[in-house]
């Protein structure tokens, strides 16, 4: 079957750095997506990675491997504005999006 | 225009109501989706269309029936539903649906509440 893994929650300090980890296991691969939720709003777009290695993109970061099923998502110098759910999605061979079920990112003072 | 825009924004419905959500985006996307997302819950997919005919549908009750009238317009249409409907229904679009760098752009959502 098709599965997306990434933590329920995770707290960092303002300032900080945190990164977010996601493994998949998908039907064929077309890429893999990071989007940022804020809570009772829509997600938004943050990255995009179809081939290994890192991508970056001012404070955020994606990293991609693709041996082993895995991606992180990198964000530093964490604001306050960056709690949010940050969900990743990885599509498959029919193009068809496979979401994990999201990591809940509290940053504190 | 980079924006999908949905309304209502907010819906309370009985359960013997007949009601619509709409959608709209004018950046020329061919692709335009139906999600519904539960509290904490990923988006889970409903509907495709793909150049105005529907492409999937995701096993969904027929209490909801999508309509696209035309490429930029998506509409879903709500009857006889469940208090477990209840959710944000999130419209997106999306250049065209079979491609790998296929970003989504997502309404706000419409919340619906079924009583």
């Known amino acids: 079957g098709q599965n997306i893994d990434q933590p329920t929650e995770m707290t960092a300090t303002e300032g900080a750095i945190v990164q977010i980890n996601c493994t998949y296991q998908t039907s064929g691969f077309n890429g893999l997506f990071w989007y940022q939720q804020h809570a009772g709003e829509a997600p938004t777009f943050l990255s995009y990675n179809v081939l290994d290695g890192l991508e970056e993109k001012g404070r955020f970061s994606s990293f991609l491997s693709r041996s082993k099923g895995y991606s992180y998502l990198l964000l530093k110098e964490l604001q306050m504005k960056d709690s949010a759910s940050y969900l990743c999605?990885?599509?498959?061979?029919?193009?068809?999006?496979?979401w994990g079920a999201g990591t809940k990112l509290i940053i504190k003072p | 225009d980079t924006e999908v825009t949905q309304t209502p924004k907010h819906l309370v419905m009985g359960m013997t109501n007949k009601k619509s959500l709409k959608c709209e985006q004018h950046m020329g996307h061919r692709a335009m989706y139906w999600y519904k997302q539960k509290a904490k819950k990923p988006p889970e997919l409903m509907f495709v269309?793909?150049?105005?005919?529907?492409?999937i549908n995701e096993s969904v009750p027929s209490r909801f029936s999508p309509e696209c009238p035309n490429s930029s317009l998506l509409n879903l249409h709500l009857h006889a539903l469940q208090p477990e409907d209840s959710a944000l229904y999130l419209c997106a679009s999306s250049q065209d649906q079979g491609s790998g760098a296929n970003v989504l752009t997502f309404g706000a959502g419409s919340r619906l509440t079924v009583l």
């Open positions: 999605a990885a599509m498959d061979s029919n193009y068809q999006l496979i």
């Open positions: 269309y793909s150049y105005e005919k529907l492409s």
